[in-house]
Every structure is written in structure tokens, then in C-alpha cells.
């Protein structure tokens, strides 16, 4: 598509763009980090990769190989 356009449509279509933008929220990365650990750390007690599966709700349970990550 922007290879059928001038280049004065392509930059009012990009200004256009940073318009939208200017008004979104941002906080930094630091506040984003902290809050993503948190969450993390308050689901760990459902995540099955890092509790596991129960053997009786494991389709994949058997003989069939597989992968360790350790």
C-alpha cells in the first residue's frame, strides 16, 4: 500500500498517526516491570508449568516420550 503512495501522503498518514498516539498514557518501564513480576507472583500457585499437571487430568501421560526443561 505505501508503495502506491507519494510521499507526502505517506508522512500526512503518519502524522496523522502520531496524533492518535500523543494522548495515549504511558508510565515507565520500571512501574510495568514490578507490576508483571507481581502478577506473576501472585498466580505462580495455578501455573501448571511450573507446578505441573496432575496425572489424572494429563492427556499426554504414558510411554510416549517427550521433552524435560530443566
Known sequence: MAR???DKEILKM????????VDTPRTPMGVN????????E?????DMLIKGVPDEKNP????KGGCIIT
Open 4 to 6: 502506491d503512495m507519494s
Open 60 to 63: 499426554y501421560k504414558g510411554d
Open 14 to 21: 503518519e502524522l496523522e498517526q502520531l496524533k492518535k498516539e
Open 33 to 40: 516491570c514490578a507490576e508483571t513480576i507481581a502478577y506473576v
Open 42 to 46: 501472585s498466580h505462580i500457585a495455578e
